[in-house]
């Protein structure tokens, strides 16, 4: 059984969370990349697992073994992985906006980035508890996500609201809405800030760099219309895109896939596509604007 589905959350919550993702998949091939540069943290809840199944990332040597009911916090993935994974996995996914994992938490992100947590070395074991009991009390999807709900809207209340002096969110969801190709010069012009205090704000609550979001950001749109037309000319890629040329094409394709554009179309991403074109459909991605 190969199935995605996505619950869309609260209104209350959108600021904060793109929405829930239930993953079932059944393996039957060990070692298959793991990408899927989304430019947002999440929170992963193994249900069902096979004995053994790991991610390795952000290297080979970094492994993080999955375990029914222990939730692993994702912090900013900005690099490929490698999943082993044979039988079942399934898990219920909470998909942060750019700053939903600031708000969370409570404090900076960055040293989060390319981070797999569990909820325990944050100093969050009462919700891991909570989390715990969620979904053991019931088998129904649409249960977790009602719940999940109620106790996020709680646990974002408890936090208050955060006087920021700089809040990005709104330069995130432009950089969305441009797919990428976004100058924060221009953005910035007139403001009684700097870009250097900017960039620092910025990579607190995001957890990386404006200029990594917005290759992260292009770099998606990139694949989606790759996927979304049956034939394509690099070139015109190329010029869409806003990348200078094809090298500078071919340098993002290497640093977020490890492959090249060729190599890529040639790998079966079944898994990461579907994310992508939920996630798309339903207006999750990246947004706080729900």
């Not at 974002?156 to 330069?171: K, T, Y």
């Not at 917005?214 to 015109?236: G, P």
Request: proline share 5%.
């Amino acid at each position: 059984m190969n199935d995605l589905s996505f619950f869309p959350v609260l209104p209350a919550l959108r600021p904060f969370v793109s929405g829930y993702m239930l993953f079932q998949y059944d393996y039957m091939a060990p070692d298959r990349p793991f990408f899927s540069p989304k430019g947002t943290a999440a929170l992963t809840i193994p249900i069902e697992v096979s004995k053994g199944n790991y991610l390795a990332y952000p290297t080979p040597l970094d492994r993080h073994y999955f375990e029914a009911g222990v939730p692993l916090l994702f912090g900013q993935m900005s690099r490929v992985g490698y999943a082993y994974s044979v039988g079942r996995f399934c898990s219920f996914i909470i998909v942060f906006t750019p700053t939903g994992l600031f708000h969370f938490l409570g404090e900076p992100t960055d040293k989060l980035t390319d981070n797999i947590v569990d909820l325990e070395q944050l100093g969050l074991h009462g919700l891991k508890e909570q989390l715990g009991i969620l979904f053991t009390s019931t088998q129904c999807p649409n249960d977790w996500a009602k719940r999940l709900d109620t106790l996020l809207l709680d646990w974002f209340a408890q936090g208050g609201q955060r006087n920021l002096s700089v809040d990005v969110s709104s330069v995130c969801d432009e950089i969305v809405r441009n797919k990428g190709q976004f100058a924060l010069d221009n953005m910035l012009c007139g403001a009684r800030i700097s870009k250097r205090t900017f960039q620092i704000h910025f990579k607190q609550q995001v957890g990386i760099s404006p200029k990594l979001f917005c290759r992260i950001v292009r770099f998606n749109a990139l694949i989606n219309a790759m996927h979304a037309a049956q034939k394509f000319d690099l070139l015109e890629l190329v010029v869409d895109h806003g990348y200078t040329d094809g090298s500078h094409l071919h340098k993002d394709f290497k640093d977020f896939s490890g492959l090249t554009p060729r190599q890529y179309l040639k790998t079966h991403f079944e898994v990461n596509l579907r994310v992508e074109r939920v996630l798309l459909k339903n207006h999750g991605r990246f947004s706080s604007e729900g």
